[in-house]
């Protein structure tokens, strides 16, 4: 080969891998770890003793007789005894030395899934003298407050896990999540997933906010907007809320009850305000006074483009979560995917709509053509990595094989929600019944999905032409 034929190949080689480096996803440096590909294949163990024998990290909960609360959304706790067993190269059994032996506060959590038999938990770990503890779990970085959320409603156990990674390669915070199984006294529980809850953190844990200290009142601040501020928030009394532009209410999720000043909460009332009276007036598009001073744009893009791809219902509905630091400005929080993908119990959406152009907030945003521009820009770009449709499909079949024997021993104890006559999603010819069948249910959503964003996402300018916008414009 001459030199000349030799420099042609080479440069096309080149151009080749530039390419193709382009258009796959890539690791960022955030250290998110999708679990599926980072673990170790574990040997089969040998023993004939029937002993439980997991190559997930398992989970094992003693409550000493205690009756678990939470199951009327009340917020008590109880003190338990958690052992977490997560080897890396060996399978794990509830017989080995745990990685992690503490004491824990408990409860039930959720909403509409407290109506489930299979629960989450809202998982606290303590010293003896009830202060906090922080700890590794499952690799993740320390941290006293965790969730285990147990799918069940979602047949196919991995919608959090997969939109939860994808949304942390796109966003700059999602929560992190492991997969494992649960025993609760000595009892199995199914598949469940290990997941970072909404709160402040430090060195990379949870969400990147300052801290709030008693000499400095105007500190970072992270809020939850829902059905109902709660009792573990304070309510936060925002001109959203008092100008009933919104119908759901905001809490403070941190600063948490117990350390929000009431300095502090008339800061963090007066600073969100502030935004949604510029997103609720005639300037909202404004150089000078619109809302586009509030907020970061890329978060507010990436959180509409996740959950309008997910088709993620509860989304600008229900938990609901923005953070902001002092000088910043305000970015968005990605949660709970259950009902994403066309899972929603009480209803079967269209393909063919967007989710977010209604929603909180989101529905003045979208009568911005900066907005409408970038969302659309951005999914062009994702579109060729995180949000591809051969990506996501990929990511399925990748975490199921992952799971592998894990789920037919969670469907030992939940494989009745398969047979049941009407099911949990209406109307009853939604229901799944069988695990393939609802892997092929979330695959033919995902193809629907994107097929839909490609067809449709540059018909968003109708939603900020000046024909449809005419009464909110001066």
Same mark, same amino acid.
């Given at each position: 080969?001459?030199?000349?034929?030799?420099?042609?190949?080479?440069?096309?080689?080149?151009?080749?891998?530039?390419?193709?480096?382009?258009?796959?996803?890539?690791?960022?440096?955030?250290?998110?770890? %999708?679990? %599926?590909?980072?673990?170790?294949?574990?040997?089969?163990?040998?023993?004939?003793?029937?002993?439980?024998?997991?190559?997930?990290?398992?989970?094992?909960?003693?409550?000493?007789?205690?009756?678990?609360?939470?199951?009327?959304?009340?917020?008590?706790?109880?003190?338990?005894?958690?052992?977490?067993?997560?080897?890396?190269?060996?399978?794990? %059994?509830?017989?080995?030395?745990?990685?992690?032996?503490?004491?824990?506060? $408990?409860?039930?959590?959720?909403?509409?899934?407290?109506?489930?038999?299979?629960?989450?938990?809202?998982? *606290?770990?303590?010293?003896?003298?009830?202060?906090?503890?922080?700890?590794?779990?499952?690799?993740?970085a320390k941290h006293?407050?965790?969730?285990?959320?147990?799918?069940?409603?979602? *047949?196919?156990?991995?919608?959090?896990?997969?939109?939860?990674?994808?949304?942390?390669? #796109?966003?700059?915070?999602?929560?992190?999540?492991?997969?494992?199984?649960?025993?609760?006294?000595?009892?199995?529980?199914?598949?469940?997933?290990?997941?970072?809850?909404?709160?402040?953190?430090?060195?990379?844990?949870?969400?990147?906010?300052?801290?709030?200290?008693?000499?400095?009142?105007?500190?970072?601040?992270?809020?939850?907007?829902?059905?109902?501020?709660?009792?573990?928030?304070?309510?936060?009394?925002?001109?959203?809320?008092?100008?009933?532009?919104?119908?759901?209410?905001?809490?403070?999720?941190?600063?948490?009850?117990?350390?929000?000043?009431?300095?502090?909460?008339?800061? #963090?009332?007066?600073?969100?305000?502030?935004?949604?009276?510029?997103?609720?007036?005639?300037?909202?598009?404004?150089?000078?006074?619109?809302?586009m001073n509030d $907020?970061?744009?890329?978060?507010?893009?990436?959180?509409?483009? #996740?959950?309008?791809?997910?088709?993620?219902?509860?989304?600008?509905?229900?938990?609901?979560?923005?953070?902001?630091?002092?000088?910043?400005?305000?970015?968005?929080?990605?949660?709970?995917?259950?009902?994403?993908?066309?899972?929603?119990?009480?209803?079967?959406?269209?393909?063919?709509?967007?989710?977010?152009?209604?929603?909180?907030?989101?529905?003045?945003?979208?009568?911005?053509?900066?907005?409408?521009?970038?969302?659309? %820009?951005?999914?062009?770009?994702?579109?060729?990595?995180?949000?591809?449709?051969?990506?996501?499909?990929?990511?399925?079949?990748?975490?199921?094989?992952?799971?592998?024997?894990? #789920?037919?021993?969670?469907?030992?104890?939940?494989?009745?929600?398969?047979?049941?006559?009407?099911?949990?999603?209406e109307p009853s010819?939604?229901?799944?019944?069988?695990?393939?069948?609802? $892997?092929?249910?979330?695959?033919?959503? $995902?193809?629907?999905?994107?097929?839909?964003?490609?067809?449709?996402?540059?018909?968003?300018?109708?939603?900020?032409?000046?024909?449809?916008?005419?009464?909110?414009?001066?």
């Amino acid at each position: 080969m001459n030199y000349k034929v030799r420099g042609t190949v080479l440069v096309v080689t080149v151009l080749l891998i530039s390419f193709l480096v382009s258009i796959l996803p890539t690791a960022k440096d955030s250290g998110r770890v %999708h679990q %599926h590909r980072e673990a170790v294949e574990k040997p089969s163990c040998k023993h004939t003793d029937g002993r439980f024998c997991t190559h997930l990290p398992l989970v094992s909960i003693e409550t000493g007789g205690q009756e678990v609360p939470g199951a009327d959304q009340s917020k008590d706790v109880i003190t338990v005894s958690l052992e977490v067993f997560d080897d890396e190269k060996v399978r794990n %059994h509830l017989s080995d030395k745990p990685m992690l032996d503490a004491r824990a506060n $408990i409860r039930y959590r959720g909403n509409s899934s407290l109506l489930f038999d299979k629960k989450g938990y809202m998982i *606290k770990l303590v010293n003896e003298d009830g202060t906090e503890r922080k700890e590794k779990m499952m690799g993740m970085a320390k941290h006293d407050e965790w969730v285990l959320h147990g799918p069940y409603l979602d *047949k196919t156990l991995i919608r959090n896990y997969m939109c939860y990674n994808i949304a942390g390669e #796109i966003m700059e915070w999602a929560p992190n999540v492991r997969l494992c199984e649960l025993f609760v006294d000595g009892v199995y529980q199914g598949v469940y997933l290990m997941t970072e809850s909404v709160s402040r953190g430090e060195n990379g844990s949870r969400v990147p906010v300052e801290k709030a200290t008693v000499d400095q009142p105007y500190s970072g601040y992270i809020i939850r907007v829902d059905r109902d501020a709660g009792t573990e928030e304070r309510h936060l009394n925002t001109f959203g809320e008092y100008s009933y532009r919104n119908t759901v209410v905001a809490g403070s999720r941190y600063p948490s009850t117990t350390a929000l000043t009431d300095q502090t909460r008339v800061y #963090i009332e007066h600073d969100f305000s502030r935004f949604e009276k510029a997103l609720y007036s005639y300037d909202y598009d404004d150089f000078k006074y619109g809302f586009m001073n509030d $907020i970061d744009l890329d978060s507010f893009v990436q959180y509409a483009l #996740i959950n309008d791809f997910t088709m993620n219902a509860d989304a600008g509905f229900f938990s609901t979560f923005v953070y902001k630091n002092p000088g910043g400005k305000l970015k968005m929080l990605v949660w709970d995917f259950n009902n994403s993908f066309n899972n929603y119990q009480e209803v079967e959406y269209a393909y063919d709509q967007f989710f977010m152009t209604d929603r909180l907030w989101y529905f003045m945003l979208f009568k911005d053509e900066d907005f409408v521009r970038a969302y659309i %820009h951005q999914y062009h770009q994702l579109k060729k990595t995180w949000l591809s449709q051969e990506y996501w499909l990929n990511y399925v079949d990748e975490t199921v094989a992952y799971l592998g024997d894990a #789920i037919d021993r969670n469907f030992e104890v939940w494989g009745y929600t398969f047979e049941l006559e009407e099911g949990l999603l209406e109307p009853s010819s939604r229901n799944a019944h069988s695990y393939e069948e609802a $892997i092929a249910d979330l695959k033919s959503a $995902i193809v629907q999905r994107s097929e839909m964003m490609d067809r449709y996402v540059e018909t968003t300018p109708q939603f900020c032409h000046d024909s449809k916008n005419k009464k909110f414009n001066h």
